[in-house]
């Protein structure tokens, strides 16, 4: 085992943050909420020009091949940026069509979403329903026709967007996922009425795929979080070595600098979950567990880091201007994502008398 | 030690309940728990209709409209206002600036202000930080020069609290550079905000919301009968000031609506067969959440009871420390009940309002451990002087 | 609501701090361990002559008629004291008997309780077995000669010294309770070998009166955690400002003096709760949850104030020596005491959604 | 970045296994996971017997018995022991006083001590700790006075852990007064445990245990030819040390071990039913420990892995930081999985022994966050070397 990047990784993360640093600027600068912002073509197409959107995927079905390990490097830069891209969102839509789609489909999105032609995004949330991988209010029926799907997917971040959506729904009591081309929406809310949709899996199939994709998406949102956590603790130390309080810095106010080695100690944690997350994102069977893992100790970090950021930045944390309260409030998205912490511990305290410790040597 | 209220104190709740819940304007209530803001003109008028009845400013002494309720009765008071919806009194006037001009302020300043302070004629803004003084507040440098019978005032405030609606300004300002300590030579000034000279900048929070601004005065002249008090004296009014803010923090009735409302909220969620409610680990958070929130209101009748000589018990810190923190865990559970939901920040017909907006106010509430003396300046406050723990 | 001491219970709490001082000795003077004492039978009459077990127990059944702002203001005492007494043991097998014996034997148990010829404890919790309110391992049988009970209770703490025993058992798939005399047991282990038993109660009313006197019995322990922490904060502030390090005094480490603060913040709630709680237990009908709440606010508290006492006095706090370590045993104790924290906030939460809020005004 | 052992590290992990499982003697395997005490005999046995297996110092130079291992070999060493139950070797002579004496002894000094030291031969204890010290080690006020081709020990440690077991100490002492600052005039001393002029009184912990001893020095006559390296340059070695001490003090084998005995406790614990472990808030805090160990792990790992220069990473303060976090944690669990059964000390025929001693250890072991550099030092050095905040 060996968590030294490669000199390639270095070279990539560079390639990122430079195309990042050109083509986009974050909300801080433009003094804009930090409310999730619309896709941003020019800015995705920058990072396809760099092969970013394709890295994970097989080199057969028109991508990159290179890996999880350097698509969270890429992310890492992302979350660093103060921007937001659908980086976490394809890998989830891709990692289903991967796993579940016939052969010509499979290419084509993979191939599209690498050549940046497509941009496929799960639409999993249904409103004023908590989190369920494994039911859904949306219905699919079949006919003579194909499948329709009827109901409402929202919020599904870039939905306007998207040229696919791969969707939740219900058959004869089980689930289902879809893939609905052009969906057209106009706002992060999707009402499908009898839409045609191409089946990709049902029941158990299903369940297990969106799993696996759910928490191969969670490595990038950890990486994001990672590159995130650091840009804010950078930010925090610069401004606690910077700023006088009663005629000394801040930087010598003990109880402040504890907390932030405390904030510290958890981002190293979390770099750690994260980086073997990537590792083992790249194997076969798939280690779900440990991903779900890596993502409750990068939880827990974000929520400590976002929070801890602001409030010694004082007032300013919570201004437009500054980009430290965006990046708390990206953190504050990224572990609510596809679950939260508590769903998260639920879902691993179902499977704790299975296993008698953890190993992590493989 | 006794439990119940007596006859008068039960009497006295149930006429505040009967007040706030039949006689108080139906369209004024509710707003701000619904997560809809009152406009500018609504909280104006809201705050003119309590003072008619006598309930803008219990606090304040009885010659200028106060009440002369026991701590008890404050809290009761306080309480039916949060439970019946109603947008309690603007806190820079009847919490900051009119207990100072009643207690420092000389006869000419009490009749000219006192009246439309409590009606809210008056709108104030409290111009206190600056950029470069953050919690450090007696470091501040904006200066006050005396010119004949005006200052002059120069200098910049910041995190000036809906500044754009206000019409004046309580400032602290430099009148004596060369002051021995930092805390001397500082004035408590009156400031008419259509002064020439002032500028108001907006600063937009995370949230997309101006609520805050920053202030530029360039040769503001402020005639010098509107200075409060001695000159060179305003830290003194200051600290009695900040003691009042911290109390009327610690706005438990507020919480209480909130969580209220975020129960409500929870059984909107369909969770299996059932609602989030019904899940055991949001269940027990609110459990928690609801122990704590009975912990800080005891303690604010206990502690407000406490103190006798009319300035606030330095325990009050507590109730801000322990407050915010209980303002901020509710926030954060918000989240979690709105749980997908609260990705996106959009209006969507098919997301309620409560939902949409939860992460957008949790981060805005980050403030609340920050402004009004952040935690940090509380726990230095009871280290030192409750604990004696001076370095 | 008025939360000010009388003069009476300033005299009181003098009276039982004093009684503490000339009768008995903390372990941490006689350099013991923080295990949890044997019954200390002088100690206890020390606190019989002045009156102290029987506040709680009505004048006609032989108490003394106080209530339980006095029983709360005793228990305070006993807790800053650093020792040892059955108190809330005896309160909560008192309000057993006094909810649910007849007369003559309420007469009997609640007068030697007063007097001190009697000391009743509860005997609940059971080996191997989660904590339970409505469950028991042990069983009951009725013949001609009455009930007896069979099976294993442990620990029972005072179960050496106890004259009478509350137990819990089951009947016919009902939870009862029984009084058990002359228990006779030698260790904190009662083994029930068909032991002659008389009846208190079954089903609804057995449960309902026990979920009461446990919850009255937490308001003794509440007001035991307030005196223990008050204590345990006075040392740790007197040794920031003594202990000098780095060439300083403690008391000028932010670090520390800040974490301090919150100490006093959590104590100064749990305060709250504790007279709150007090003033509750005297009312009937018995607000049952408002009692949970205060001992959830006062678990949360202890926690906190006994762990960061011991951390801030160093090594001396896990030392047989220094009373600090061992007042946060009892604190440990004290929040394990019927039940934890998880089983009193999951028992509020099946009921949280019978009430819009708390009030505290009544 | 790779995932997979290499094809050698694998094999290296088979034999490990193999060796600790089969080959060490099993009746000095356990007993420390179950709870019982290995007498002194047994340590000094089973470490010599890993000794003889070339496995008590590998991280010594290879001149002197160690195996210049990777530091994940390190690693896969440490988790194969732990996991057998194997008892690691004497810290204080394998991470302590034996990489110092190797790196700054004298060939004489080495070749006198080294041998016996990696076999336990030697039981050493640690002489840095005094009374007025605590964490401002460099404070300490124990004299050295050299008198011919002695030093002349006047003084007293604390806190010297199994100092009745010891037969030589290795010690700092003062031996200039003088020198300008108080880490300079410090000197590293090993001195023989029966020299006259030696008391050791023992300290008693709260949970009866005696593990902690004071020791004192009355005219204690140390052959001037038991000085490491040179006088008063003993503050260098002392760091040198104390970073080898923090990345040994993150033992997540223990760790491991512990949460994998504590389940099956759980597990025992009828709850309706079912057991405690099928309780979902029990659960759920299992996965966290289970999440949190396996991040420190995963650290351990990856911080060693990258210290090239031989000197312990500063970041190895966060694995002292958050591993004694954590075994204060899984400690906490551990009596709420005793529940009730926590509540008494006592033997008792019906309650078995891990759950009758959950509060003793929970107790003992809030000393984690406390000896080894508290985790305020901790926490100091992690703000100060590596984050740049000095004030």
Same mark, same amino acid.
């Given at each position: ?72 490097? +890429?992310?890492?830069? /992302? ?7 659908? @980086? $976490?969102?394809? =890998? *989830? &839509? ?67 967007? +998207?040229?696919?959506? /791969? ?7 089980? @689930? $289902?996922?879809? =893939? *609905? &081309? ?181 | ?391």
């Amino acid at each position: 085992m060996d968590f030294t990047p490669t000199d390639e990784q270095h070279a990539l993360a560079q390639a990122v943050s430079g195309a990042l640093r050109r083509h986009g600027s974050p909300a801080s600068t433009r003094g804009e909420t930090a409310a999730p912002p619309a896709h941003d073509a020019a800015l995705w197409r920058a990072l396809v020009d760099i092969g970013v959107p394709g890295l994970a995927w097989p080199e057969d079905d028109g991508g990159v091949g290179a890996g999880f390990t350097d698509l969270a490097v +890429a992310a890492t830069e /992302v979350g660093r940026s103060g921007m937001q891209v659908p @980086l $976490a969102e394809t =890998v *989830v &839509a891709g990692s289903l069509v991967r796993a579940l789609a016939p052969d010509d489909l499979r290419r084509e999105v993979l191939g599209g979403l690498t050549d940046g032609s497509l941009l496929p995004v799960p639409a999993l949330a249904e409103p004023l329903r908590a989190w369920s991988t494994t039911t859904s209010d949306v219905t699919a029926t079949s006919s003579d026709q194909g499948w329709t799907v009827r109901g409402t997917k929202a919020p599904v971040r870039y939905a306007p967007a +998207a040229t696919h959506l /791969v969707v939740t729904a219900t058959t004869d009591d089980q @689930l $289902a996922l879809f =893939v *609905v &081309a052009q969906p057209s929406a106009t706002t992060e809310e999707v009402d499908l009425d009898d839409e045609p949709a191409t089946l990709l899996a049902q029941g158990e199939t299903a369940e297990v795929a969106l799993r696996e994709a759910l928490a191969i998406g969670g490595v990038v949102l950890c990486a994001e979080a990672v590159g995130a956590m650091d840009e804010a603790l950078r930010l925090t130390t610069d401004y606690l070595r910077t700023r006088t309080q009663f005629g000394r810095p801040l930087a010598s106010f003990q109880a402040l600098t504890h907390r932030a080695a405390d904030m510290y100690a958890r981002l190293e944690l979390a770099r750690s979950a994260t980086l073997f997350a990537a590792m083992v994102a790249d194997e076969q069977p798939l280690d779900s567990d440990a991903l779900l893992r890596a993502r409750v100790v990068v939880d827990s970090a974000a929520r400590l880091v976002g929070q801890e950021a602001v409030q010694m930045h004082g007032g300013i944390g919570v201004t437009a201007e500054h980009p430290v309260g965006h990046l708390t409030a990206r953190l504050t998205s990224i572990s609510r994502t596809w679950g939260d912490r508590r769903s998260r511990l639920s879902d691993l305290g179902t499977r704790i008398a299975d296993h008698p410790n953890v190993p992590i040597l493989r | 030690m006794h439990l119940r209220l007596s006859p008068q104190d039960a009497a006295f709740q149930q006429r505040m309940r009967a007040y706030f819940t039949t006689e108080f304007p139906r369209e004024l209530r509710h707003a701000a728990a619904a997560g809809q803001q009152l406009t500018p003109e609504d909280i104006r008028r809201s705050q003119s209709v309590l003072n008619d009845a006598g309930l803008a400013v219990p606090a304040w002494p009885t010659s200028w409209g106060g009440q002369d309720w026991s701590p008890l009765r404050m809290h009761i008071w306080n309480s039916e206002m949060r439970a019946a919806g109603v947008l309690p009194p603007l806190p820079f006037n009847t919490s900051m600036v009119g207990p100072v001009i009643a207690a420092f302020g000389s006869e000419e300043l009490k009749a000219r202000f006192l009246p439309q302070t409590a009606s809210l004629e008056i709108w104030w803004c409290q111009g206190f930080s600056e950029p470069d003084a953050g919690s450090d507040l007696a470091s501040l440098r904006t200066t006050a020069v005396r010119d004949g019978d005006h200052y002059v005032v120069n200098g910049q405030k910041i995190w000036t609290t809906l500044a754009q609606h206000a019409d004046w300004m309580f400032a602290l300002v430099r009148t004596d550079p060369a002051a021995p300590r930092k805390q001397a030579g500082i004035s408590f000034l009156l400031l008419d905000m259509r002064s020439e000279g002032v500028t108001t900048r907006p600063i937009r929070t995370l949230d997309g919301d101006v609520e805050v601004n920053e202030v530029f005065f360039d040769d503001v002249r402020v005639p010098a009968d509107q200075l409060v008090g001695e000159e060179n004296k305003g830290w003194d009014y200051a600290k009695f000031l900040l003691g009042n803010e911290r109390v009327g923090v610690a706005d438990t009735g507020l919480i209480k609506l909130w969580l209220t409302d975020l129960k409500d909220h929870a059984r909107q969620v369909r969770r299996g067969d059932g609602t989030l409610l019904d899940d055991p680990a949001v269940a027990v958070r609110f459990a928690e959440l609801e122990a704590e929130l009975m912990a800080i209101e005891l303690t604010a009748v206990r502690v407000s009871g406490s103190s006798s000589d009319g300035r606030p018990d330095p325990a009050s810190s507590i109730l801000k420390l322990c407050g915010s923190q209980l303002q901020q865990d509710v926030l954060e559970l918000a989240i979690d009940v709105a749980g997908p939901m609260a990705l996106s920040w959009e209006h969507l017909e098919a997301v309620p309002g409560w939902a949409s907006s939860s992460v957008p106010t949790y981060l805005n509430y980050r403030k609340a451990t920050i402004y009004g003396g952040s935690s940090e300046v509380q726990r230095s406050i009871v280290a030192t002087s409750i604990l004696g723990l001076k370095g």
